[in-house]
Structures are given as C-alpha cells and as structure tokens.
T-cell receptor, first 114, second 111 residues
Framework: DAMVIQNPRYQVTQFGKPVTLSCSQTLNHNVMYWYQQKSSQAPKLLFHYYDKDFNNEADTPDNFQSRRPNTSFCFLDIRSPGLGDAAMYLC?????????????FGPGTRLTVT | LAKTTQPISMDSYEGQEVNITCSHN???????ITWYQQFPSQGPRFIIQGYKTKVTNEVASLFIPADRKSSTLSLPRVSLSDTAVYYCLVGPDTGRRALTFGSGTRLQVQP
C-alpha cells in the first residue's frame, strides 16, 4: 500500500547532540510537511516543501533544518536538541498544496531528549 | 488564514450521534473546511472536507450553513473507537500557505 513511512518510530538523543529524523513516501506527492506535536497540543507546522521549494514557518527555530533530496524522501535535522524539543514529529504529504488536497500523515517519530 | 474555534472536549455514549461545531468567522471565499481525526500516538487522519452545504461520506457528515462562518462535523452512532481528537482546519484551496491545526476537540466516548 502507498504510504508515508517515518523512521525511527522512537528516537532518544542527548542534549545538544544533533539528530536526524527521516520520512519517505510512496505516494509520489509533490508536497511534504514536518509538524511538531507536544503532549496534549495540536500539531504545529515547522516547514514544508512544494517540490524543491522550501517554505519555512516564521516561528520555526533556526535549530530545525530540513532536506528533501528527492520526491520520496524528506529529513528533519535538529542541530542542537534542547529538552524543549522533546515531542512527536509528524511527516505528512499531499498531492498538491492547498486545503482541498488531503494530507496523509506518517505514524510519527517520538523524540526524547536526555 | 481563518482562525478556528472548537470546544476543548466533549463526552458521549456509544450509539449516540455526536456533533462538533467549529467557528470560523473570517473564512475567505476560496477557503475549504477540512476535518481530521487523531488517535493517541498516531498521525492525524483525514475525515471529511467541504466547501458549502452538506457533505457525507462513510464516516461522517459535514454541515456548512450558507454564511460558512461555522461548520458541524456529525458522527452517527459513535463507538468507543471514535474516542479521539478532532481538528477543524480552514484554508485556501491553493497558495503557498499550508494549513495550520487549531486546538482540536477531544471526544471521549463512554460505554
């Protein structure tokens, strides 16, 4: 089945140690999104790619970076994780950018910072 | 983007119909209304989407009045497995801005 895959599902990193989360999709969608979701809060959009066009949300910290080497893969890099970055990180895709196009979410990666 | 307001939580019992209303007073002409469902430790899942009047699928119905300043997600005959958080999103059909999630409604279904 076509899907959005996130690896790993659980990631533990140390304070200040760079970490990379990965997302892949078999849907061949043009748009890929990264969300951060903290406990009991709504998903918060960090950034998204429309093809190779990177769109950063204004309040996304510089500590968060992203790469999309090809249509299928997208990476979230956290350069120096702090305790406040512990959260679920969700990757999503949509065929085209716009609210009429359904977003397909992966299962998420739960990041713990020690 | 249009701001949305939903109840923080709702309780229901199995077999009842649940209606969750979302207010979006400053909805724009080209905005669509979309609802997502999220179970604990999972990513959100698309439920239904509409522009005006009524939309129905195998999971839910979406009622949108003529002024489009609110919308109501209707879940018929809920079961325990419908316990989840439900998010209402409003945003343009096209454009560079991506959707943002509101605070959501936590639905608890009791036996």
């Amino acid at each position: 089945d076509a899907m959005v895959i996130q690896n790993p599902r659980y990631q533990v990193t140390q304070f200040g140690k760079p970490v990379t989360l990965s997302c892949s999709q078999t849907l061949n969608h043009n748009v890929m999104y990264w969300y951060q979701q903290k406990s009991s809060q709504a998903p918060k959009l960090l950034f998204h790619y429309y093809d190779k066009d990177f769109n950063n949300e204004a309040d996304t910290p510089d500590n968060f970076q992203s790469r999309r080497p090809n249509t299928s893969f997208c990476f979230l890099d956290i350069r120096s994780p702090g305790l406040g970055d512990a959260a679920m990180y969700l990757c999503a895709t949509s065929r085209i950018q716009g609210s009429s196009y359904e977003q397909y979410f992966g299962p998420g990666t739960r990041l713990t910072v020690t | 983007l249009a701001k949305t307001t939903q109840p923080i939580s709702m309780d229901s019992y199995e077999g009842q119909e649940v209606n969750i209303t979302c207010s979006h007073n400053n909805i724009a002409t080209n905005d669509y209304i979309t609802w997502y469902q999220q179970f604990p430790s999972q990513g959100p899942r698309f439920i239904i989407q509409g522009y005006k009047t009524k939309v129905t699928n195998e999971v839910a119905s979406l009622f949108i009045p003529a002024d489009r300043k609110s919308s109501t997600l209707s879940l018929p005959r809920v079961s325990l497995s419908d316990t989840a958080v439900y998010y209402c999103l409003v945003g343009p059909d096209t454009g560079r801005r991506a959707l943002t999630f509101g605070s959501g409604t936590r639905l608890q279904v009791q036996p």
